[in-house]
């Protein structure tokens, strides 16, 4: 080490940029304060490649980890210049490994941010992941007399209740912006579209119950020619690849489904209500989305969406339901209430067969356009 420290910062840096990994470039920094100052100065795309070589170890599920980490970037980038959006709604064909491959080129990460997100783990990843696992997991199923009424939304999901946090995640950090100019009624910000919404929502939440085989009928998704609507329909590329004899190479789990269910949950919604309520009353009382909504009918679309707006802020928003982090968050949230109570017009829709979804980022409605056909066969 004591020759390296004799190295001009310059070929310091090219040392660097032949690490392997984020342990050796972190056993590095700590030699000496000489290289650790010289090493703050490479680049946050080279901490990211370093980081992604040792993802299975240090970021955990991979590669979502490391995709919640730099969706925010990646969707400012796409957010540049429509040629990047479409981009992007590509590379999201190959689920999430194809957003990190765009991540790698475009991202990057800084060693206070890979503190704070290690931080997360404990304080928020571990946490919630616990919560959804009583909605969806295995502490779901467990419950007694789970067919019989032990639960009030018994059904077959087959999920994980780690990968399904990061979803949740992955989706506020892209669409989060989008949510602020949308209240803040931002009208320089160029919001994603739906379309790429959409693209995200069937390839990186990817589910079986998305592609259309057997009963899956979503009906009125065809064009006017016969064709499902593009919108709706799912190539069998990335996480619905095949293998020579059509077999999936890796069975898509129900992670569409999994998700709408913990939005859905009785084990859920209750610890958003009461934060709620700490800051102000609820524009509708015992509000409640459903499968079946087919509109606006007899639900506050205000509800809806500040709803919404709370649980769509990303890896550090989920903490908000956590009594003891929530101190920081309520400003915020009495913020976005007073938004939504002075918006005056009611979102605009955007229909795909029997399901609609809003032009802002509305979780709910995205999920249940790309699986709609497979719960009751709507
Ligand atoms: C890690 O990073 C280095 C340098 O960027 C690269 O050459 C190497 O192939 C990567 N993979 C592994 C497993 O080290
Ligand atoms: C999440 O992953 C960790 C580490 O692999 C595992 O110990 C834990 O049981 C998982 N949690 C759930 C709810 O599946
Ligand atoms: C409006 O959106 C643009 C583009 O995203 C952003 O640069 C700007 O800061 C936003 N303005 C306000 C007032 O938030």
Redesign the pocket.
């Known amino acids: 080490m004591a020759s390296l420290a004799s190295l001009a910062p310059e070929l310091l840096l090219l040392v660097a940029d032949r690490l392997h990994n984020i342990e050796d470039y972190s056993a590095l920094s700590s030699t000496c304060k000489y290289l650790r100052t010289t090493l703050q100065s490479v680049s946050p795309n080279i901490i990211l490649r370093l980081a992604n070589n040792q993802s299975r170890i240090f970021f955990?599920?991979s590669p979502e980890f490391l995709v919640a980490a730099t969706a925010r970037q990646l969707g400012e980038w796409a957010r540049l210049d429509p040629a990047n959006e479409a981009t992007l709604a590509v590379a999201f064909q190959n689920g999430v490994d194809g957003m990190l491959d765009l991540a790698l080129i475009h991202c990057g990460l800084t060693m206070p941010r890979i503190r704070q997100l290690h931080a997360l783990r404990f304080s928020v990843i571990n946490p919630v992941?616990?919560i959804?696992?009583q909605c969806v997991?295995?502490?779901w199923y467990s419950t007694p007399n789970f067919w019989d009424g032990g639960v009030d939304d018994a059904y077959t999901i087959d999920a994980?209740?780690?990968t399904t946090f990061f979803h949740l995640a992955i989706y506020g950090e892209l669409f989060a912006p989008d949510l602020a100019a949308y209240l803040d009624g931002n009208a320089t910000h160029r919001p994603l579209s739906v379309e790429t919404r959409l693209e995200f929502i069937k390839y990186c939440v990817p589910d079986f119950a998305c592609e259309l085989r057997g009963s899956i009928n979503p009906r009125d998704a065809h064009l006017p020619n016969g064709e499902l609507d593009p919108r709706r329909a799912v190539k069998p590329v990335g996480p619905y690849a095949r293998n020579e004899d059509n077999s999936y190479a890796e069975f898509p789990k129900n992670n569409n489904i999994a998700l709408v269910w913990v939005l859905q949950s009785t084990r859920w919604r209750p610890h958003w209500r009461n934060l709620r309520q700490r800051v102000a009353v609820d524009f509708q009382d015992g509000f409640e989305d459903d499968w079946w909504y087919d509109g606006g009918e007899g639900r506050d679309w205000r509800q809806r969406l500040w709803e919404n707006v709370m649980v769509c802020q990303g890896l550090e928003g989920l903490g908000m339901i956590r009594p003891e982090m929530q101190d920081e968050w309520l400003e915020k949230i009495r913020g976005w209430r007073e938004k939504v109570a002075a918006l005056e017009r009611t979102p605009g829709e955007t229909w795909v067969g029997r399901h609609c979804t809003y032009d802002y980022p509305f979780l709910l409605g995205d999920l249940r356009i790309c699986a709609s056909g497979y719960v009751g066969g709507t």
């Open positions: 955990r599920p992941t616990d959804i696992d997991g295995q502490q994980d209740p780690n």
